[in-house]
């Protein structure tokens, strides 16, 4: 949420929580395999909550290990099948963590760039990372046409990633919006405008 939390839904009981205490706003979640943990970015370190159904809300306690001086988690990738976690800092290094040893080591850096995107292969014997976040955006832009009326229009809230998107869309017109709260953006695009600049380019990537 906006205030530096994480608001948990239990669908089934029709009742939520509230995960509190992060410095920064929590940008990245990843449930682990069983689903009984949740891991979070919003720190300098790996923090995972038991969400299972048995777990008292009132007593809920968090796992936290691995604080580290480069930069806040910025992504974060649950294991597939393994009690591990990947994640990716600000600072731009990749470290995967042990739930079970509540540690971590470094895998692998992204100089000079913050790790905003990390994935696991299915089989969970490779991960990949990035550093612009734009990877799901692309993929957004290519396929909202289908899904879009003639006169309908895409809102988008793109974080603190504005460069980026600039970067990558540098031709298309959009409407930048203010949010009420935060530093975050956000814009509008139009159908027309997205079929005009966007759509002969993305082509290329079908």
């Given at each position: 949420?906006q205030?530096k939390?994480?608001r948990?839904?239990d669908l089934?009981?029709?009742a939520?929580y ?11 979640l990843s449930f682990s395999s069983?689903?009984g ?5 919003g720190?300098?370190?790996f923090?995972g909550w038991?969400v ?6 009132a ?5 936290v290990?691995?604080?580290f001086?480069?930069?806040m988690?910025g992504?974060?990738?649950?294991h597939?099948?393994?009690?591990l ?5 600000d ?20 100089e ?5 995107s990390?994935?696991w292969?299915p089989?969970?014997?490779h991960l990949?990372?990035g550093s612009?976040?734009m ?7 290519r396929?909202?046409?289908a899904?879009m009326?003639e006169?309908?229009v895409l809102?988008l809230e793109?974080g ?7 970067a990558?869309f540098?031709h298309l017109p ?8 935060g530093?975050?953006?956000a814009?509008?695009v139009t ?5 005009r600049?966007?759509?002969p ?6």
């Amino acid at each position: 949420t906006q205030d530096k939390s994480v608001r948990v839904y239990d669908l089934a009981q029709s009742a939520g929580y509230l995960l509190e205490g992060y410095p920064a706003k929590v940008r990245c979640l990843s449930f682990s395999s069983d689903g009984g943990t949740l891991w979070t970015g919003g720190e300098r370190a790996f923090v995972g909550w038991p969400v299972g159904a048995d777990v008292d809300p009132a007593t809920r306690e968090a796992t936290v290990f691995g604080i580290f001086e480069h930069g806040m988690l910025g992504a974060v990738a649950a294991h597939p099948a393994l009690p591990l976690v990947a994640g990716g800092f600000d600072g731009g290094v990749v470290f995967l963590g042990s739930a079970s040893r509540k540690g971590a080591a470094p895998l692998f850096a992204l100089e000079s760039h913050r790790v905003t995107s990390l994935v696991w292969s299915p089989d969970g014997r490779h991960l990949a990372g990035g550093s612009d976040g734009m990877a799901f955006i692309r993929l957004l832009l290519r396929d909202a046409p289908a899904r879009m009326r003639e006169n309908a229009v895409l809102v988008l809230e793109i974080g603190t990633d504005t460069g980026f998107f600039e970067a990558s869309f540098p031709h298309l017109p959009v409407f930048w919006l203010a949010p009420s709260a935060g530093e975050d953006q956000a814009l509008l695009v139009t159908r027309a405008a997205h079929s005009r600049f966007i759509a002969p380019w993305l082509l290329a990537l079908r």
